[in-house]
């Protein structure tokens, strides 16, 4: 072999980590990665270090996945891929990693109601969940709460699963059944979180599902009705555990949740090892913090086992307990909730909580306690307490002794890990509702604003780049195969170093 190609090949693979398959790294949630040679800065308007873009929907929530050559990121169907497709729908698009051109894409109509109800699918949001990928299997939460199994190669090469009705599930309800084509996804499996688990969502499903062995874990989105005063379904569970291989429902929690969840479930879960076991971090609705052992096994066909759970967490102890929905647009007090992930590293949680964005109150905090622990552990388990500035939709990002964090305050946050000091914070134009991606030596974060910040993750503030985008940015930027992956609104861009000019 030639001593040039050889050394390019030794070069890919020092700077390349792989796939990022799944939102965070390998069940910890923690956004960090190990890819190599990213890009300090860019410029859409001259191409600097742009490899692709490709258009989105006019809003876009998720964050982009990358997994076997293709490149997933949920939108809506404002701007059609397909002309058969017309009107208000969830779309996860599958691109090609290489170009950006679409692969395929899942078409979901909206829920319709009698009498109709914004909040269970909120207008123009699309699909907001980002999917999880292992091998030719793709996991995803459509904007309808439908867990479902995707063939990673769509239907080009066939419908296969016991699945068959890709026609019907792409028109909206009452319509005649379509002719799925080459570009629509290929339905495996189906698992409706509404109609079998009675869930009862607000606003929009999100869920990042947890893949752990032959199972997986996810949120349901249960929430309140239109009324944000009360919750219509508080028997439904909160956290469930399907079979990866069929979709069917084997374990759910039994914390009776749903009737004190102050907006909707949002957080997606983690796992880490505590005590040579896999326990599963669960955020519920109700603020609070739980922890289950993993399943070890499936439980005999058709029966649905009850989560055992390891400990409890409240991070907000003295937020009120009962009669939490005349607390509602009350700024100063009232209930916590929880929408970033829990992130489990070395044995520890971090986590932000706080009041609700829309109706809670301001404050807000970043946490750490230890996940040890067992049983309550609300007044022994905590390590740390770090006040935000404002509402917190970040997951925060721990790299070496540092934590990176972002808020609704419009405050980016460096921490100290061990003890919760602040090293730095940095004030921005925008608030924030994406996470930190720590990568390479870089934080990378972008603002509602459209602003994408690039600093050293260093105890010392350096800012190294402030990119103004065309829109906002909601997600949260993913680095694989040596590109980094960054989605605003209306458009995905694959930002990878260039050479310089010889």
Not at 385 to 409: E, K, M, Q, W
Not at 426 to 455: I, T
Request: charged residues 20%; neutral net charge.
């Amino acid at each position: 072999m030639h001593r040039a190609t050889l050394l390019l090949i030794v070069v890919a693979a020092a700077t390349s980590a792989g796939d990022q398959p799944q939102w965070g790294a390998r069940f910890s949630r923690n956004m960090v990665s190990p890819e190599r040679g990213l890009p300090e800065t860019f410029d859409p308007k001259t191409g600097e270090n742009v490899q692709w873009t490709a258009p989105l929907g006019t809003e876009t929530y998720s964050s982009p996945i990358v997994a076997g050559g293709r490149v997933f990121i949920g939108t809506n169907n404002n701007r059609p891929r397909d002309p058969r497709h017309q009107g208000d729908r969830g779309v996860l698009l599958c691109l090609d990693e290489k170009t950006g051109e679409l692969a395929w894409q899942l078409v979901v109509p909206k829920i319709t109601a009698d009498p109709p109800d914004p909040y269970l699918d909120w207008p123009n949001a699309g699909l907001c969940s980002p999917p999880t990928v292992e091998g030719d299997r793709v996991y995803a939460v459509t904007n309808r709460g439908e867990v479902v199994c995707l063939d990673l190669h769509g239907l080009a090469n066939g419908n296969d699963g016991p699945y068959q009705d890709e026609g019907q599930h792409l028109a909206p309800q009452g319509r005649p059944a379509m002719a799925p084509g080459p570009l629509d996804a290929d339905i495996l499996w189906l698992y409706d979180l509404r109609a079998q688990s009675g869930v009862y969502p607000n606003d929009a499903f999100h869920s990042s599902i947890l893949l752990h062995g032959d199972f997986l874990y996810l949120n349901t989105s249960n929430g309140v009705d239109r009324t944000h005063r009360r919750n219509p379904a508080p028997d439904a569970p909160s956290l469930v555990v399907l079979e990866k291989a069929t979709g069917h429902l084997v374990a759910q929690d039994d914390e009776r949740i749903g009737g004190k969840v102050y907006h909707s479930t949002w957080s997606s879960p983690a796992l880490g090892n505590a005590n040579g076991r896999p326990v599963v971090v669960f955020c519920g609705g109700d603020g609070v913090v739980y922890g289950f052992e993993a399943l070890a096994a499936a439980p005999p066909a058709g029966e649905v086992v009850k989560l055992k759970r390891v400990w409890r967490f409240d991070p907000d102890p003295t937020s009120p307990k009962e009669d939490i929905h005349k607390y509602k647009n009350n700024r100063e007090t009232g209930p916590s909730n929880i929408k970033s992930m829990p992130v489990f590293h070395q044995g520890r949680v971090y986590l932000t909580v706080g009041g609700d964005i829309w109706w809670g109150k301001n404050k807000a905090w970043l946490k750490c306690f230890d996940a040890t622990k067992t049983g309550e552990i609300t007044t022994t388990a905590e390590l740390w307490s770090y006040g935000l500035r404002n509402h917190c939709c970040s997951t925060p990002a721990i790299a070496g002794d540092l934590v990176f964090v972002a808020d609704c305050g419009r405050l980016v946050h460096c921490v100290d890990a061990a003890t919760g000091k602040a090293h730095w914070t940095h004030e921005a134009r925008g608030d924030f509702w994406a996470s930190p991606l720590v990568a390479d030596g870089k934080v990378y974060l972008g603002s509602r604003r459209g602003e994408f910040y690039v600093f050293a993750a260093d105890r010392e503030k350096k800012l190294l780049a402030c990119v103004q985008l065309e829109g906002a940015v909601n997600g949260t930027a993913t680095a694989a195969n040596g590109t980094l992956y960054v989605a605003t609104m209306t458009r995905l861009y694959a930002l990878r170093t260039q050479a310089p000019p010889k």
